[in-house]
C-alpha cells in the first residue's frame, strides 16, 4: 500500500475531513502543550539545562521513578497475564464484574487511589497494623511507590492482552497437545509467542504511565530526598519555587524518557510482525 | 479636542452605552448598587478563618454602602495559589502564608512592589507561630525543640519546598538554635539532626495534618498555632495535646489587593475596604476565636489564655527579608538542600 491512500478510492468519503480533525486534535491537546516544555527548556541557557537535569536530587528522583515503575511494570507483567487468562480462558459466577473491575484504576481519581493505600498501610490502618507488629513498613518507602504504580498499570497489561488472548483458540492449544507437546512446551513453544508482543505492549505502556504518575504516589511515598522523591513531585516542587525554566527541564528528560521508550515499543513491534509473517 | 479628551468622550460614551444596555433604570451615581463579588486566594488551613470574616464583611458592606457583597474563596498551599494568580487565577486579594509568595505575585507585575507598605503592621492583619502537637499525655515528653532532635522521635513537617506553613517551621528551628547558641553553624547542624527524624514530607500543612492524625506516624507534628487547636476540635481533644515551645517564630500571613485584577474588575473600594476590615475589632475577635493572634491589643488580651507566652522573634531579626530567607535556605542549593543531600 502506498504511504498515502488519498488516491485510492474509499467506500467512505471524507479522508480530507478526518485527516484535518486528527491534525487539529493532536495538535491542540498533545503536541502545543508538549511543544511549551520543549520551548521553555530551550530558552534556557544550556549549561543551566545541564545543570538542573543533572543535580543528584534529580538525579536520584529520576532514578527512583525509573526503578519503582519498571518493578511494577514487571509485576503487572505477571499478574496481569494470570488476570487476563483467568477472565478470558474460564466461564465463572462474578467475571462480567471482576472483568469490569480490572477498569477501576483507570476511572478512579488516583489521588483517590493513593490515600486509599497510605490509609490502608499506615502503622494504624487494617494491613498496616499486622505489618507493623512484624516490623515492617511499606507506606513512606520505595515498595509504597511501587505497590501504587502496580495499581496505576495493571488495566494496562489486562486490557491489551485480553483481545489477543480471545482470539487464540483453545484448539491450537489442543492440537499441541496432541501432535505430543508438554503442557509447558505447548505454553512456552505455541502461546507464548503470540502473546508475547501484546505484553510487551501491555507492560511498555504501564512503565511509561507509571514514570509520569503523581497522584497517587504522592500520598504514599513518604517524599524525602534523595530516598522517596519522585520525578513528577521534582518538577512540581520546582513550580512551587516558581523556577518555571527547571520544571522544564526536568519535563524535557522524563518526556524524552517516555519517547523513547514507546518508539523503543513501536520497533520491537514492527518487528515482531516481520518475524511472524 | 485632543486625542485624550476624544477618548475619553469615546469612553464615557462607551459606559454610558453599556450601563443603558445592562442596567436600565439604574442610577449613573456611583458607587453603584447591585451585587460585587470579590476572590479571597488564600492558603491551606484558612478555610474556617474566612469563611467567618466573610459573612461579617458582607453584612458590615451592605450597611455601609447598602450592596450586596459575595466573596469566593480558593485555598491550597501557599506557593501553589501564588502561582495560580501569577498565571491567571483573577485574584482581587490574596491572603498568603508568607510574603515571599505576594513578592512573587509583585515580580510578574501584578501588584506594586512596595505592597507590603500599605497596610498596617507589615499588611498582616493577625500573626501566627509554630507550635507542637503530640499524641494524648505526650508520651515522648516533647517539651521544647531539643526534644525534637533525640533519637527515636519521630517528627511530622511538609516539605519546606511546597509548603509556606513548612518554612515557618524550618526557620523556627533554625532560629531556636541560633538564638540560644548565636551560631548559624549549630543551627544547620540541629536542623540536620532535626530532618533525620522526619520519615514522611508531604507537600503541604494539611497534608502533615492527617498524616499525623489519621496515619497515626510520628510522636510530634510541628505546624501552625491556629492549624494545631483546630485539630483537637476536629479529631478530640481526648487525642491529642498542644504543647508551646519557650521560643519559637512570630509568623505574618500577610495580605494584599491585586492591582491589576481589581482595575480589571473594578472591585478595588470594595476589594481595600475587605482588607482594611480586617484590622477592625470586630475582625479581630473572629481571628482571635480561629485560634490566629489578633493585632489588636485589647482583644489578643482579652483572648490571653488560648494563646500561651511564647517568646516570639521575628523574621527580620534573623533572617532579614523573605526574598533573602527565601534565597539562603529553600532555593535549589539552599540549606535545606544541604541538609538532606546524603
Known amino acids: ?277 | 479636542m485632543n486625542i485624550a479628551q476624544s477618548v475619553k468622550l469615546k469612553l464615557t460614551l462607551a459606559l454610558l452605552l453599556f450601563s443603558g444596555f445592562h442596567a436600565t433604570g439604574a442610577h449613573a451615581t456611583p458607587p453603584a448598587p447591585g451585587n460585587v463579588t470579590l476572590l479571597n486566594v488564600s492558603y491551606d488551613p484558612t478555610r474556617e478563618l474566612y469563611q467567618s470574616e466573610n459573612t461579617s464583611f458582607a453584612s458590615y458592606w451592605l450597611k455601609k454602602t447598602g450592596q450586596t457583597v459575595t466573596i469566593n474563596q480558593s485555598h491550597g498551599g501557599s506557593g501553589k495559589q501564588a502561582r495560580a494568580v501569577i498565571d491567571g487565577l483573577e485574584a482581587d486579594v490574596v491572603t498568603l502564608a508568607l510574603a515571599y509568595d505576594i513578592d512573587a505575585i509583585a515580580d510578574s507585575k501584578l501588584l506594586d512592589l512596595n505592597w507590603q507598605q500599605r497596610l498596617p503592621q507589615n499588611s498582616t492583619p493577625y500573626t501566627s507561630t509554630v507550635v507542637f502537637v503530640v499524641r494524648k499525655g505526650n508520651p515522648k515528653g516533647i517539651r521544647n525543640w531539643d526534644d525534637l532532635v533525640k533519637p527515636g522521635v519521630s517528627v511530622i513537617t511538609p516539605n519546606p519546598k511546597t509548603s509556606g506553613g513548612a518554612r515557618w517551621n524550618y526557620l523556627a528551628a533554625w532560629g531556636y538554635k541560633q538564638k540560644q547558641t548565636g551560631s548559624a553553624v549549630q543551627a544547620k547542624a540541629f536542623v540536620k539532626a532535626l530532618f533525620k527524624n522526619v520519615p514522611v514530607l508531604d507537600t503541604g500543612a494539611r497534608g502533615s495534618t492527617l498524616t499525623f492524625t489519621q496515619r497515626g506516624i510520628g510522636d510530634v507534628l510541628i505546624t501552625w498555632e491556629n492549624e494545631a487547636h483546630l485539630i483537637r476540635k476536629e479529631f478530640g481533644e481526648d487525642k491529642f495535646d498542644i504543647i508551646a515551645p519557650p521560643v519559637s517564630i512570630l509568623a505574618e500571613p500577610p495580605v494584599a489587593v491585586i492591582d491589576k485584577n481589581v482595575g480589571k474588575h473594578g472591585t478595588r473600594k470594595v476589594a481595600e475596604a475587605y482588607l482594611t476590615f480586617l484590622y477592625s475589632p470586630e475582625a479581630q475577635e473572629i481571628i482571635a476565636r480561629n485560634s490566629y493572634r489578633p493585632r489588636n491589643a485589647a482583644i489578643l488580651k482579652k483572648y490571653a489564655a488560648s494563646f500561651p507566652n511564647i517568646r516570639l522573634f521575628t523574621l527580620g531579626e534573623l533572617f532579614g527579608t523573605w526574598r533573602q530567607a527565601q534565597k539562603a535556605h529553600f532555593s535549589d542549593g539552599g540549606t535545606f538542600d544541604q541538609i538532606t543531600a546524603p
Not at chain 1, 5 to 26: A, D, E, Q
Not at chain 1, 41 to 67: E, N, W, Y
Not at chain 1, 79 to 102: E, H
Not at chain 1, 248 to 258: D, G, P, R
Request: a positive charge; aromatic letters at 12%.
Open chain 1, 1 to 277: 500500500m502506498p504511504p498515502f491512500s488519498t488516491n485510492r478510492k474509499h467506500i467512505l468519503p471524507g479522508f480530507g475531513l478526518s485527516m484535518g480533525y486528527t491534525v487539529f486534535y493532536l495538535s491542540a491537546i498533545v503536541i502545543v502543550p508538549l511543544a511549551t516544555i520543549v520551548i521553555g527548556t530551550f530558552r534556557m541557557d544550556p549549561q543551566a539545562f545541564i545543570g538542573t537535569v543533572t543535580a543528584p536530587r534529580v538525579l536520584a528522583s529520576c532514578r527512583l521513578s525509573l526503578t519503582t515503575a519498571l518493578l511494577a511494570a514487571l509485576c503487572d507483567s505477571v499478574f496481569g497475564f494470570l488476570a487476563a487468562w483467568t477472565l478470558v480462558r474460564y466461564r465463572f459466577p462474578g467475571r462480567k464484574i471482576l472483568d469490569a473491575l480490572v477498569d477501576i484504576p483507570f476511572a478512579l481519581p488516583t489521588a483517590v487511589a493513593g490515600i486509599c493505600f497510605a490509609t490502608l498501610y499506615s502503622p494504624v490502618g487494617w494491613i498496616g497494623q499486622l505489618l507493623a507488629a512484624k516490623g515492617i513498613q511499606l507506606i513512606n518507602t520505595p515498595t509504597g511507590i511501587v505497590i501504587a504504580l502496580i495499581f496505576i498499570g495493571f488495566p494496562f497489561v489486562v486490557r491489551t492482552l485480553q483481545p489477543v488472548l480471545s482470539e487464540l483458540e483453545p484448539e491450537i492449544e489442543e492440537s499441541a497437545r496432541s501432535l505430543g507437546a508438554t503442557r509447558w512446551q505447548t505454553f512456552r513453544r505455541v502461546l507464548f509467542p503470540h502473546l508475547f508482543p501484546s505484553l510487551l505492549t501491555g507492560a511498555t505502556l504501564s512503565f511509561a504511565r507509571g514514570i509520569g504518575e503523581y497522584g497517587s504516589v504522592i500520598f504514599i511515598a513518604g517524599n524525602l530526598p534523595y530516598k522517596t522523591e519522585i520525578a513528577p513531585l521534582m518538577i512540581m516542587s520546582k513550580l512551587d519555587q516558581f523556577d518555571y525554566d527547571g520544571a522544564s527541564a526536568v519535563a524535557f528528560m522524563l518526556l524524552i524518557a517516555s519517547f523513547t521508550m514507546l518508539l523503543m515499543l513501536n520497533a520491537v513491534q514492527r518487528w515482531q510482525e516481520k518475524a511472524s509473517h
